[in-house]
Nanobody, 116 residues
Framework: QVQLVESGGGLVQPGGSLRLSCAAS????????MGWYRQAPGKQRELVAE???????NYADSVKGRFTISRDNARNTVYLQMNSLKPEDTAVYYC??????????WGQGTQVTVSS
C-alpha cells in the first residue's frame, strides 16, 4: 500500500503564490511517476502537471509559465510551485502516484482558493 500526504494549500490573493508538497510512503517500487491534478466545483478532475515515465514534465496549457513541478527522489516527494495565481485556479488539488504498469494512488486533496 502507498500513502500520499499533501500539504501547502490555503487562501491566497490573485497574483500570489503557493507551494504544494506531496510525500509518498509505503510499498513504493520504481519506476513510478507522480503528478498533480485538480478538481473545481462542478468540473471534472484535470491534469495540472506531472512527470512522465521518461522523466520529462507535462503541464496543462492553463498553467504553463506559472506553475512548476519538481521532485526530491530521495524523499519520494513532489512539489508544485504555483505563481501568479488566478481565481480560476481555485480547486482541490490532488497528488497522484502511478506505479507504472500496476496501481494508481491518490492523495486526500488540498484546497487552494484564490480570492481577494
Amino acid at each position: 500500500q502507498v500513502q500520499l500526504v499533501e500539504s501547502g494549500g490555503g487562501l491566497v490573493q490573485p497574483g500570489g503564490s503557493l507551494r504544494l508538497s506531496c510525500a509518498a510512503s509505503g510499498r513504493i517500487f520504481r519506476p513510478y511517476v507522480m503528478g498533480w491534478y485538480r478538481q473545481a466545483p462542478g468540473k471534472q478532475r484535470e491534469l495540472v502537471a506531472e512527470f512522465t515515465g521518461g522523466g520529462s514534465t507535462n503541464y496543462a496549457d492553463s498553467v504553463k509559465g506559472r506553475f512548476t513541478i519538481s521532485r526530491d527522489n530521495a524523499r519520494n516527494t513532489v512539489y508544485l510551485q504555483m505563481n501568479s495565481l488566478k481565481p480560476e485556479d481555485t480547486a482541490v488539488y490532488y497528488c497522484r502516484l502511478y506505479l507504472i504498469g500496476t496501481m494508481t494512488y491518490w492523495g486526500q486533496g488540498t484546497q487552494v482558493t484564490v480570492s481577494s
